[in-house]
């Protein structure tokens, strides 16, 4: 089985800044995939950004960025020039090939962009 | 594409009555999810199905617990009868068919129904 972890309950950051929210997973399998969801205080699960792990380019999406290592079986979010619209909890998710297709998620970190 | 649709998005009820969360996939999606989301235990997966067909169920708590997916556009999660702990948010997700056969593997949620035993 995986495993999800998310290290930081809480950040918070000064609007425009740069903020790193931290994921580490473990899994046997070799193909898998990864992502970030954002919940706003809406509760609707959001995609922020997905990663395939057999492709080595981290991801990116305007604002958005991750630092895929895969031997270290990290998956770090990265968010530049921060916006109050990001204010919301982040959750790290795995999601396994064909038959493991579940997604497994950490317990999440509350981000507040302040003002 | 009218997303993913849950209903209801709120329901109360009492202890021991029997409840039914609906929900509507993406069209075209034949991977459906049900997640619930707790303080106590975060997001967890109870089911989910591949065309129609329960692949791992292995989250569905107990016998009160049931989930069903007559056809590629309609999936029910029914809990009777209802208890307390029952309470959360219960999250329907779909995605296509995957990189395999050239989809995506993104999960696409709804937006909740927030269920409350009284």
């Known amino acids: 089985a995986q495993t999800v972890t998310q290290s930081q309950p809480e950040m918070s950051v000064q609007e425009a800044e740069t903020v790193t929210l931290s994921c580490t997973y473990d899994t046997s399998e070799n193909n898998y995939y990864l992502f970030w969801y954002k919940q706003p205080p809406s509760r609707q699960m959001i995609l922020v950004i997905r990663q395939e792990a057999y492709k080595q380019q981290n991801a990116t999406e305007n604002r958005f960025s991750v630092n895929f290592q895969k031997a270290a079986k990290s998956f770090s979010l990265k968010i530049s020039d921060s916006q109050l619209g990001d204010t919301a909890m982040y959750f790290c998710a795995f999601a396994g090939d064909f038959g493991n297709e579940k997604l497994t998620f950490g317990t999440g970190t509350r981000l507040t962009i302040i003002p | 594409d009218a997303g993913v649709i849950q209903s209801p998005r709120h329901e109360v009820t009492e202890m021991g009555q029997e409840v039914t969360l609906r929900c509507k996939p993406i069209s075209g999606h034949n991977s459906l999810f049900w997640y619930r989301q707790t303080m106590m235990r975060g997001l967890e997966l109870l089911i989910y199905?591949?065309?129609?067909?329960?692949?791992?169920d292995s989250g569905m708590p107990e016998d009160r617990f049931s989930a069903k997916m007559p056809n590629a556009s309609f999936s029910t999660l029914k809990i009777q009868p209802s208890e307390p702990r029952d309470s959360a948010v219960y999250f329907c997700?779909?995605?296509?068919?995957?990189?395999?056969?050239?989809?995506?593997?993104?999960?696409?949620f709804g937006p909740g129904t927030r269920l409350t035993v009284l």
């Open positions: 199905f591949n065309n129609n067909v329960p692949i791992d």
């Open positions: 997700a779909s995605k296509d068919r995957g990189r395999s056969s050239g989809g995506s593997d993104t999960q696409y």
